[in-house]
Structures are given as C-alpha cells and as structure tokens.
T-cell receptor, first 111, second 113 residues
Framework: GESVGLHLPTLSVQEGDNSIINCAYSNSASDYFIWYKQESGKGPQFIIDIRSNMDKRQGQRVTVLLNKTVKHLSLQIAATQPGDSAVYFCAEKRSGYALNFGKGTSLLVTP | DGGITQSPKYLFRKEGQNVTLSCEQNLNHDAMYWYRQDPGQGLRLIYYSQIVNDFQKGDIAEGYSVSREKKESFPLTVTSAQKNPTAFYLC????????????FGSGTRLTVV
C-alpha cells in the first residue's frame, strides 16, 4: 500500500504550549485522513478527520490542516496538557476498505 | 455501554503452537479489522471483514487466519506459519466499510516463549 509517514518520531512540549504534529502522505489520490491518539497499552482513539475537499477542520483544542499540493497534513493541539501525552498516528483511506497508518509521533508534555 | 473487547490482554505462545485472539463488539458494526503493531511502528493491516461470512486479506495476512461467522465476533488465529508473531494486536470495528471512524479494542500483547 501507499506509505504514510511522519516527519518527527518524538516531540517534547511544555504544558500550555501549542503542539504541531506533521504527517506526509504519498498517494495523491487519497481523499480522507484521520488522526488517532494512542495512550500506552491501549488501542488508538479517534481525534479528528478531514476530507480532501477541505483545507482545515477544527475540533475541541485540535485543528487539522491539509495541504494537498505538498501532500502534507498536520495536527495542532492548543494549550497542550499532560493528558495529551501519547502517540499520535495519521491514517489515510487506502484502496479497498481500510486505513493505512503512519508510524506515529510520540508527544511528551513536560510541566 | 457499547464497545469492543479483546481477550486475553496478554498471551504467551510456545513456538509451533496456534493461538486464537478474541475480538467481540456490541456496537452493531458491520465492518471489523485486525491490525498488528510492532514497537516504533505504525499499524499494519492483517485482515478485514466488511460483513458476516466475508473477509479479505490485508498487507500481512501470511501466517494468520480469521473467521466471521457472527456479526459480533472476528477472531484471529496466529498459526505456526507466522515466523515472528510477537507483537501487539489490535482489533477495530466501524459502522460499515465506508466509515473510517474506527473503534479500537484495548489490544492483545502476544509473546512467543
């Protein structure tokens, strides 16, 4: 399948700062993307999604930006809290009926 | 509460043995999925099922088998043909195969001893 990758494997931010997690994808035909959060020892949880006909989508404290020109999406977390510490995955809809996941970025929030 | 349950949480297997990982959901979801996660890696698709009595191979199906006899259940068997089975296995479900808001289980950590 097509690759979905992340620029940085780890990200350390101070509590209260904003976090930006980046993701690059290779399939220009991808039309749907999702961000998941995975806490240690648990399954991933849905955060936010975006379709390719959008450039930006906002949720509660999170924003996803999609740049189709350079095949890049990012997840922005406002006022990062200790509970945001986790591994974040971007995923794209693949051909067929399933998702392709990236390798993940580990976010560490320090006091 | 509706959800998806994987059992057991930890599983130890001797080389040459088959083991079956359980995945049950009471969300009335049509589609179910199995992913494998290795340390520092993303999730890789093993098998998925869009509907009862139907399933398709994912990217790494070799050495694995599944069944989907009931809507609620999608067990994964790790056979002795899987040469490197030690991993974290995640089961997920979605309303249907066109919906990608997956609900994941808490995972089963399989270790070969």
């Amino acid at each position: 399948g097509e690759s979905v990758g992340l620029h940085l494997p780890t990200l350390s931010v101070q509590e209260g700062d904003n976090s930006i997690i980046n993701c690059a994808y290779s399939n220009s035909a991808s039309d749907y993307f999702i961000w998941y959060k995975q806490e240690s020892g648990k399954g991933p949880q849905f955060i936010i999604d975006i379709r390719s006909n959008m450039d930006k989508r906002q949720g509660q404290r999170v924003t996803v930006l999609l740049n189709k020109t350079v095949k890049h999406l990012s997840l922005q977390i406002a006022a990062t809290q200790p509970g945001d510490s986790a591994v974040y995955f971007c995923a794209e809809k693949r051909s067929g009926y399933a998702l392709n996941f990236g390798k993940g970025t580990s976010l560490l929030v320090t006091p | 509460d509706g959800g998806i349950t994987q059992s057991p949480k930890y599983l130890f297997r001797k080389e040459g043995q088959n083991v079956t990982l359980s995945c049950e959901q009471n969300l009335n979801h049509d589609a179910m999925y199995w992913y494998r996660q290795d340390p520092g890696q993303g999730l890789r698709l093993i098998y998925y099922s869009q509907i009862v009595n139907d399933f398709q191979k994912g990217d790494i199906a070799e050495g694995y088998s599944v069944s989907r006899e009931k809507k609620e259940s999608f067990p994964l068997t790790v056979t002795s043909a899987q040469k490197n089975p030690t991993a974290f296995y995640l089961c997920a479900s979605s309303i249907d195969s066109g919906n990608y808001g997956y609900t994941f289980g808490s995972g089963t950590r399989l270790t070969v001893v």
